[in-house]
């Protein structure tokens, strides 16, 4: 199966909250794992979130004072769309914004606690995160596919060229630079093929990067996917909401109701909602992303 194919999924017809008490749903999350021979994980927003790189309230008020007076915004995803000025400004919230949620934090408890439960088994990671964090918490880099991008790295703004660059040092410099929200006009990065202006390497347009590093991960992702999908294996998704849910969600129901081998595990805060065609072999746990973790690695812990 291929990526393409993989994304072929559709939203299944009927959903429902599941009605077991949640420790009961903790120890069958826990059996469900044991069991399985292959583990697919889906990493969404809501788990990041959970591990504590929230993008709003606190965290960005704290984090960006000076960018909340200066352009009123008010949190760190809609300011990813600010129409700053020009790119001295554009770079400026950048360098901060790809500091405080892909340089500066260290690989998160709640990201480590998840490579402790699967570190084990045959296991794949599919994520819309760009923090970087499953790299950070030891998952191995052909063992994860990021298909939206990473805050490490940036392009052509245009995409003239099948070609990202590392950008870490670049923010550092930016970051100890920047003054009132904006970087030194020395330091904007311009395109080294067409002399363009630079950009995020984020799918957010036409013009999105897919380096060979990206069709490497979507091959080792597409490889993994022909060996799980006849075997015992578990969909592991976490934090996958409805916002983007054509990348992992629904493509997660679609392998599980195609497939007698294949359970489901639904992390979500507000959205564990699982197909009632899947029966016994869904569970949604609709709680606290990292209490259900923690919960379901302290007993797995135990297991062994």
Known sequence: MTFREFLSGMSASNYIFQKMPYEEQIKKAVHMIKEAEYILIGGGAGLSAAAGLTYSGKRFVDNFPEFIEKYGMTDMYRAGFYPFPNEEARWGYWSK??????????????????????????????????????????????RIFATQGDYGSIQCLRGCH?????????????????????????????????GGPMTMNLRCDQYFVEDDAWYKAEKNFGEFLNKCEN?????????VGFNTPTIIRFPFEKMAKEH????????NMDEAVVPESLANRALGINADIAQSIEDIGNQFCECY
């Open 260 to 267: 007698d081998s294949i359970s489901l595990i639904r992390l």
């Open 97 to 142: 914004h790809v500091y405080v949620n892909r340089i500066e934090p260290e690989a998160l408890p709640l990201y480590k606690m998840l490579h402790e439960i699967v570190k084990d088994k045959s296991y794949f990671v599919l994520t819309t995160n760009a923090d970087h964090q499953f790299y950070k918490a030891g998952f191995g880099d052909d």
């Open 231 to 239: 075997k015992k294996t578990v969909l592991l998704e976490l934090g």
């Open 162 to 194: 099948s070609k990202v660059y590392d950008n870490i040092k670049m923010v550092n410099q930016m970051h100890q630079a920047r003054r009132d929200c904006m970087v030194p006009s020395y330091m904007v990065p311009k395109c080294p093929v067409c």
